[in-house]
Structures are given as structure tokens and as C-alpha cells.
């Protein structure tokens, strides 16, 4: 049976504080950043990561140190100090695996990002309300809980931890949470029962997600519609900053304002994206039980400037990530093709490799059968018929009722998408259809 235990989900939410609230946490993320630096500067000085084996004790020296900072210590929640030195030693270790660093950089005072407080079991405490509609969080050393802004996600799953976190001036919380069985049937439900169908699943820069059955997915790109609002902010601070270093003077409060402004900015775009992200995810995994998708290596294609600006707004990674745990989830198979298999230069038809196959040609021709067809169309069909060969198995037929929900449920959560022209040279098929029949392409309605 699947293994219940290894699954953890999270869940974030905007918070509402009243001012003692805010100003209690500002004092811990204080307190936060303090604890940081204090480990940056035990680092920088003994450039040994020994220091960092046992974060108890530091976490103890610290508290020494900085005992009239403290306001109460019985009451303080000396967790969130143990937590940042052992993040800090995984983040250490993670950093000089592959480079030798001299000095760690400090936490600036005054900043936008504030380091995350994290909290243990034992110092909160879920409340439910029983006139409110909503839940709240308790927390040790305050008087009334926090209120969240949406309700808890999964009301019979225990929460291993939580973490508070303060971006471009907004409070949110983040909670781990290890899922029960009971709300795990629950999450099935939400992606249907199985169906047996397989989707091949092509990624690209121009039609970002092209689908096997002749559909393509758009993405927003945020970013690039918030363009011309980044660069006037960024351009006044940056005027701003000139005059501040050449009248040696700190940074004013102007040039704070508009810095939170332009990380609100970043925040809302980051959102839209997200937001974006998971509601196509969600859909694939619930109309298809095999989904394939190709082994991107984005770091390489980051390497090309005009790529990586779009790239970084399509957010090939975070569709990996979710696709991953979704199909976990709903116990359907998430597969993905190797780097070499040359999905674009492949026939989908007859199984032809051409030589070359440059990226400005858009549309394949196929010397060998014939074929035209779109080229991430061609790519798409590639993927999902080397996921079927590589598993083993096999797929049902999707019908056209199966494609007419699939494009109602994209059209109700507002998913551009739209149904490729089919290129395909109809009569050529009918009368060449030995080659479709070899490689079972129309016996599954891949090619109509
Ligand atoms: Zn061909």
C-alpha cells in the first residue's frame, strides 16, 4: 500500500494581526536576524563548519550574550533561534560543497526580507473558535491568537511545524503539515477517478505548453506585462541612491518606500505565476493518469540571455515540482523522458530522425512519409509514445467527449488555451496509413 507517512503538504496564508501582534513578531524577527549574524560572525571568524555540529549550545551562548535584549525568557520561544542554526548549518555545508567562501555577508537592519521564524510543536497551538468561521494560531508569549486569513486545508492532519514570514510588509504563515489518511482520500477525490489515458506533454518558449492531443497552453508572463513598471521604479531608486553616495549620506526613507514598493511588485507578479502554475497542474493530473514530459536541463538553457528572461517568467521548475507531487498524490505516474531522446527531430508518424532540425523551423516535414506538422505538436506525440514504450503500458482511447471536458475545464479556470490547425496532410494519411498502423498511432486516436 502507499506509504502514508513519507507524505508532507503545506499550506500558506495571509495572516490578520492587531498592533501588539506586529510589533511581537517584528521583536522576533529582530531577534531572528541578530541570531544570524551572530552565526555569520562565529563562521567568518573560525572559517570552520565544526561550529555549527551542535546548534543547542550556540543557541545557548547567544541567549548569554544577548540576555538584556530578551524581554522575557520564560516566556520565549527558544526554538526559532535552535531552528535558524540548523538551518544555517545545512545552508553552509550546501554552499561549500562547490565553492570556497572567505567571508559570509551579514544581515542588513533595516530590509525588506526578513529571515523566517520557525515554530515547534510545542509553542503553538491551534484554536478553534466555536462562534468564528475561521481559525486562529496561539502562540507562545502572546495573549490572543493570530487569525488566519483561509481555513485550514486538512482538519485531521497533524502539523509538524510552522513559520511565520514577512514579505514586502505582508505577514503570512506557512504551515507543514504530514497528511492523515482520511484527508487523503479527500485529495483523490479532487483529481477523479482513473481513466487510463496518457498525455505526452511538449515544453517551449513561444506556445509554452503544448499538449499531445493538439492542445496548446499559454502562459501569462507576468513579468513581461509589469516590465515598464519595474524599470520606472528601478530607475528612480537607483537616482536616488546616486545622490545618497555622493552626498555621503544613508539611505533615505524615500528610497525605503519605493524598495517595498517594487517588492510588492515582485510578490504580486510571483503570485499570478503560482497561481497560474497549479491550476493547469491540477487539471493534467486530473483528466490523465500518464503524464511524460521531457528531462529539461534549464540551468543549460539559462545560459542564453533573450531564453532565460522568458524562461524565468514560464517557470518551467515550479510545473516540474508540482507535477511531481500531484501525481504522488492522486497515485498516478508522472514520467519523464531522457535529455537525448530527440522528441523534435523524430517522426511522430513513421519514426524517421531527421539530421538537422534548427529552431526557427516551426512547422515538421517529414522526407521519409510525408507528414506536416506542427513542430511541438510532433515533440508532444514523441514524448507520450516513449513513455508507453518505456513503461508498458496501455493506454485507453481518448474520445471526443474526453477532449471536449478537458477543454471546458481549461475554459472554466481562465487557461488560454487554444486547439492547434491541424497541418497534417489529411489525404496523404488515408492513403499511406501502413505507417501509422506500424507504430499504433491511429489505433489510440493520436492522429485523426
Ligand atoms: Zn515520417
Request: glycine share 2%.
Amino acid at each position: 500500500m502507499y506509504n502514508t507517512k513519507q507524505i508532507c503538504l503545506g499550506q500558506k496564508t495571509k495572516i490578520h494581526l492587531n498592533n501588539a501582534q506586529k510589533s511581537y513578531l517584528d521583536y522576533l524577527f529582530r531577534i531572528t536576524r541578530l541570531a544570524k549574524n551572530y552565526a555569520v560572525e562565529q563562521f567568518n571568524q573560525t572559517h570552520d563548519t565544526r561550529i555549527f555540529n551542535d546548534p543547542y549550545q550556540l543557541s545557548e551562548q547567544f541567549l548569554k550574550q544577548n540576555k538584556n535584549i530578551i524581554k522575557d525568557l520564560t516566556t520565549f520561544p527558544i526554538f526559532i533561534i535552535q531552528s535558524v542554526f540548523l538551518d544555517m548549518q545545512i545552508q553552509i555545508k550546501e554552499l561549500l560543497k562547490n565553492t570556497t567562501v572567505e567571508k559570509l555577508r551579514l544581515y542588513p537592519k533595516k530590509d525588506i526580507h526578513f529571515p523566517s521564524l520557525k515554530f515547534a510543536p510545542s509553542h503553538f497551538q491551534i484554536v478553534n473558535k466555536k462562534d468564528s468561521k475561521k481559525d486562529y494560531v496561539l502562540i507562545k508569549g502572546l495573549k490572543h491568537p493570530i487569525k488566519l486569513s483561509t481555513k485550514l486545508r486538512f482538519k485531521n492532519s497533524h502539523i509538524i511545524s510552522i513559520t511565520f514570514k514577512k514579505r514586502a510588509g505582508v505577514y503570512m504563515l506557512g504551515m507543514r503539515i504530514k497528511l492523515d489518511e482520511k484527508d487523503r482520500k479527500i485529495i483523490i477525490k479532487k483529481y477523479e477517478k482513473k481513466n487510463n489515458h496518457a498525455i505526452g506533454i511538449d515544453l517551449g518558449i513561444k506556445e509554452t505548453m503544448t499538449l499531445s492531443n493538439g492542445i496548446t497552453i499559454r502562459y501569462p508572463c507576468p513579468y513581461e506585462t509589469n516590465k515598464n513598471k519595474i524599470s520606472i521604479i528601478n530607475k528612480k531608486i537607483s537616482a536616488k541612491r546616486f545622490v545618497a553616495i555622493k552626498n555621503k549620506t544613508p539611505r533615505s526613507n524615500n528610497i525605503r518606500k519605493l524598495e517595498l514598493k517594487l517588492a510588492k511588485l515582485s510578490l504580486h507578479i510571483t503570485n499570478i505565476r503560482l497561481n497560474y502554475i497549479h491550476k493547469i497542474t491540477t487539471i493534467l493530473v486530473r483528466h490523465f493518469d500518464y503524464i511524460a514530459m521531457e528531462n529539461l536541463d534549464v540551468l543549460e538553457l539559462f545560459q542564453n540571455r533573450i531564453i532565460a528572461r522568458k524562461l524565468g517568467d514560464v517557470s518551467f521548475y515550479e510545473t516540474f515540482r508540482q507535477l511531481i507531487y500531484k501525481t504522488k498524490l492522486a497515485e498516478k505516474i508522472f514520467y519523464q523522458v531522457d535529455r537525448y531522446f530527440p522528441s523534435t527531430k523524430k517522426c511522430a508518424r513513421c519514426g524517421h530522425i531527421k539530421k538537422k532540425m534548427p529552431l526557427s523551423e516551426r512547422t515538421y516535414y517529414c522526407e521519409n512519409c510525408h507528414l506536416i506538422i506542427n513542430r511541438d505538436h510532433n515533440a508532444a506525440i514523441n514524448i507520450k509514445w516513449r513513455m508507453i514504450e518505456d513503461i508498458g503500458c496501455l493506454p485507453s482511447k481518448f474520445t471526443l467527449v474526453d477532449f471536449q471536458n478537458l477543454q471546458l475545464d481549461l475554459k472554466k479556470n481562465n487557461v488560454y488555451s487554444k486547439k492547434l490547425k491541424q497541418e497534417t496532410d489529411m489525404s496523404h494519411l488515408k492513403s499511406d496509413n501502413k505507417f501509422g498502423r506500424r507504430c499504433g498511432l491511429y489505433k489510440f486516436g493520436c492522429l485523426k
